[in-house]
């Protein structure tokens, strides 16, 4: 199974600022078959990214993926008051398909 | 637009049964993979099984394997949860997710359907 391990677990910042989160996985990840979610509470999650580094449809270009083999990484380019929220990152690859355990981006 | 909705949740007792249905409408339904993803209140999100886009071939995670069958039925642009021998450790909001062009990973996600085991 393919641990993969997220961080910071929290990362505050302000509006305006910009976001890098990090995704590490214990082995190699398949076709780069690594993909980010947002999660605000109450809510499904939202795909952002695939492919490690492919924009979902309707996602703005503040967002963006980076990374191959075991390491990835999530930017948000400048933090807008929506993007405050929960970020996953999932191996799907390899089964069984597995998930990072978060970092939430708070407002500082 | 793409929509999965499921339905079928709700309280059920320890050792119970419960059948959770996914209607997909917006894409031609059979040409996908289909995932069956939960979460704990508060906790994670936790992938536990996948369907081909045929239903030929699935795939369970350890923890439910035995206990839960995930099919389809194409004609009916629907996909299918049967969960046996529910504990409560199985309490969590399901999320049916429909995966890309060959791939399972989550393009698309339903609203999510509360699952509670309790006696």
């Known amino acids: 199974e393919i641990v993969l391990t997220q961080s910071p677990g929290t990362l505050s910042l302000s509006p305006g600022e910009r976001a890098t989160l990090s995704c590490r996985a214990s082995?190699?990840?398949?076709?780069?078959?690594l993909a980010w979610y947002q999660q605000k509470p109450g809510q499904a999650p939202r795909l952002l990214i695939y492919?490690?580094?492919s924009r979902a449809t309707g996602i703005p270009d503040r967002f963006s993926g980076s990374g191959s083999g075991t390491d990835f990484t999530l930017t948000i380019s400048r933090l807008e008051p929506e993007d405050f929220a929960v970020y996953y990152c999932?191996?799907?690859?390899?089964?069984?398909?597995?998930f990072g355990g978060g970092t939430k981006v708070e407002i500082k | 637009q793409v929509q999965l909705v499921e339905s079928g949740g709700g309280l059920v007792k320890p050792g119970g049964s419960l059948r959770l249905s996914c209607t997909a409408s917006?894409?031609?339904?059979?040409?996908?993979?289909m995932s069956w993803i939960r979460q704990a209140p508060g906790k994670g999100l936790e992938w536990f099984s996948y369907?081909?886009?045929?239903?030929?071939?699935?795939n369970y995670a350890d923890f439910v394997k035995g206990r839960f069958t995930v099919s389809r039925d194409n004609a009916k642009n629907s996909l299918y949860l049967q969960m046996n021998s529910l504990r409560a450790e199985d309490t969590a909001v399901y999320y049916c997710?429909?995966?890309?062009?060959?791939?399972?990973?989550?393009?698309?996600w339903g609203q999510g359907t509360l699952v509670t085991v309790s006696s």
């Open positions: 997710v429909r995966g890309g062009n060959g791939d399972y990973g989550g393009r698309y």
């Open positions: 917006g894409f031609t339904f059979s040409d996908y993979y």
């Open positions: 369907i081909s886009s045929s239903g030929s071939s699935t």
């Open positions: 082995q190699s990840i398949t076709s780069n078959y």
């Open positions: 492919g490690g580094s």
């Open positions: 999932q191996q799907y690859g390899s089964s069984p398909l597995t």
